[in-house]
């Protein structure tokens, strides 16, 4: 905990959000994550790094309005700025969509490094929504990255991915890796039917960030294409706890079994009637 | 009541598939690299014992050690002796 108050604080901090595994998250992860630290002031750039199937676009409901990508910056089609999208609703946040219609070999890691130097001078925090996979998608999205958020759901798949993910940021010389479990049930937790946020950290063994309950709010908001992060709702709160704890600050965590278990035994009796 | 006679949780299936899982995927030991380390340990204790070799098991685990990144895997070999006759050849040295 205690290094999140290094030196560096005050310089800008290059975070990849990553999994392994396809769809538990990180998108919405990215999204909520770099809109919460907006929020709070911050100066966020969020990069979607998924070449060919971009997508933070949409769930930042910023898809109307890009003119250049990441692969037009690359190839100096365009300049930085002019590919940045700036998110009306909250100043200071900004993102830079990918390309759709190129693949992952268009832009190399070396390149990737030198947008997020120059990025570095403007921003606070750079977010980069990692693709899902291990291939050049992956090594271009961590090569500029300080430290890591590693998302997985309370699934053996997911888990089996993330661990692979780890290791693979140790050996690339990671030392900040932090876990976000995505779509925990915590009814189903209490009937031994899914892996409790605690399994999942003794099997991983990396430091806990977050822990985001399954909430039908995620589905809204992304239909809405607003993040719901700092939103009255589980998953809005959860995420706003997590944006505190990247900016170091040390945060409960949000008890989701009393609430749950009351509501659960409430509808509990409907459903054994 | 039927919680009492129920089998495993299936949290529980997980947990333990999942320790056993990601032991070989830390590892990355190709089983070819196992089979010729098995054969190694086998002519190794052939030297001081007669043992079935056939029915042989090595297998990487982090049994007794707390699971997770820091654990230290172990190799566990499971040995079927038929004579233990030789050792004494051992003790005169």
């Known amino acids: 905990m205690e290094n999140q108050f290094s030196p560096e604080q005050k310089g800008s901090e290059v975070i990849v959000v990553t999994s392994g595994k396809g769809g538990v998250g990180k998108t919405t992860t990215s999204a909520n994550v770099g809109t919460g630290l907006a929020k709070l002031g911050k100066k966020v750039c969020l990069i979607d790094t998924d070449i060919g199937l971009r997508n933070l676009d949409v769930v930042m409901g910023l898809e109307n309005r890009i003119v250049y990508n990441l692969v037009d910056v690359v190839e100096g089609n365009c300049r930085v700025k002019q590919a940045l999208i700036r998110d009306k609703r909250h100043p200071g946040l900004y993102l830079m969509p990918s390309a759709q219609t190129r693949d992952k070999t268009a832009v190399t890691p070396g390149q990737m490094i030198k947008v997020i130097e120059h990025l570095k001078e403007q921003f606070d925090y750079i977010i980069l929504d990692c693709p899902a996979g291990i291939e050049q998608g992956f090594q271009n999205a961590i090569a500029g990255a300080d430290r890591a958020l590693v998302v997985t759901t309370p699934e053996v798949s997911a888990i089996r991915d993330a661990d692979r993910i780890i290791g693979l940021l140790e050996a690339n010389g990671f030392k900040q890796m932090d876990l976000i479990i995505n779509r925990l049930r915590m009814d189903m937790v209490r009937r031994g039917d899914m892996m409790s946020s605690q399994d999942v950290v003794d099997i991983l063994a990396i430091p806990l960030i977050g822990i985001i309950p399954d909430d039908e709010n995620v589905v809204i908001a992304t239909n809405q294409g607003e993040p719901l992060v700092g939103r009255d709702c589980p998953a809005g709160q959860a995420y706003a706890n997590v944006v505190g704890r990247v900016l170091g600050k040390e945060v409960p965590y949000l008890n989701f079994d009393k609430g749950i278990s009351f509501w659960t035994r409430v509808t509990g009796i409907f459903h054994k009637a | 009541m039927r919680h009492f006679f129920r089998r495993k949780s299936s949290c529980q299936v997980a947990k333990d598939r999942l320790k056993i899982l ?23 204790i052939s030297k001081y014992m007669k043992i079935d070799a056939d029915n042989m098991e090595i297998q990487i685990n982090t049994k007794g050690a707390k699971s997770g990144r820091g654990a230290k895997p172990s190799l566990y070999a499971n040995i079927p002796i038929i004579d233990v006759g030789m050792t004494d050849l051992n003790l005169n040295r």
């Open chain 2, 22 to 44: 990601l032991i070989s995927d830390r590892v990355n030991c190709s089983p070819e690299v196992m089979e010729f380390i098995k054969n190694d340990i086998a002519k190794v």
